[in-house]
């Protein structure tokens, strides 16, 4: 994890006033009332999540591009990553800070209001929420693949949510605090 966060420090995914604070461990305005996430959450979600090279992946709340870049990094060349928001202006934003970083195996596209996720493109071996619903939506756990971890703060708990066959499991891991998960500006 720490050679993804070395690779793609936040500073480079933050607007430009708020830069100065890229070494705060909170969370950090990015725009349309929207953050980049604190550090040590993101940090915690993506041990949770346990990403290898060449999973398939998708990033629900990609705001500034940060977390698509560190998935990128984890999956590596061999596998692909989605990043999915709502903002048009933060798709761009996102966008061009992912470019910037070398790894075109990893995207960020626009959300289809009422739809959350990607499923034209699902199943994904993981999936990873930045935003925070008041019930585990079903439809993200309709796109996760055989053997896949969704990892969500659902209503302020951290949820792991890991697919066996037929077998839906859920386990908890602490409280967060997000902005709410939307379908629709």
């Not at 979600?45 to 346990?50: G, N, P, Q, S």
């Not at 999973?55 to 990553?81: F, I, K, N």
């Not at 910037?100 to 199943?123: C, D, F, H, S």
């Amino acid at each position: 994890m720490g050679r993804a966060f070395a690779a793609f420090p936040r500073i480079g995914f933050l607007p430009g006033d708020e830069r100065r604070r890229a070494a705060y461990d909170g969370p950090l305005p990015i725009g349309e009332g929207q953050t980049n996430s604190q550090p040590r959450t993101v940090d915690a979600m993506l041990r949770l999540l346990e990403v290898a090279p060449g999973m398939r992946v998708l990033d629900v709340g990609s705001g500034s591009g940060w977390t698509t870049a560190l998935l990128a990094h984890l999956v590596g060349p061999q596998g692909e990553v989605i990043g999915v928001e709502l903002e048009p202006s933060l798709v761009a934003f996102g966008a061009a800070n992912l470019s910037a970083t070398g790894q075109p195996w990893a995207r960020i596209v626009l959300a289809v209001p009422g739809v959350l996720g990607v499923p034209e493109y699902a199943p994904y071996d993981r999936i990873l929420v930045s935003a925070e619903p008041s019930t585990l939506p079903s439809q993200l756990v309709d796109q996760l693949g055989e053997g896949g971890r969704l990892v969500i703060p659902v209503r302020g708990t951290m949820t792991l949510v890991t697919r066996n066959g037929t077998a839906i499991r859920e386990s908890h891991h602490g409280s967060y605090r997000f902005v709410p998960l939307r379908t629709s500006r």
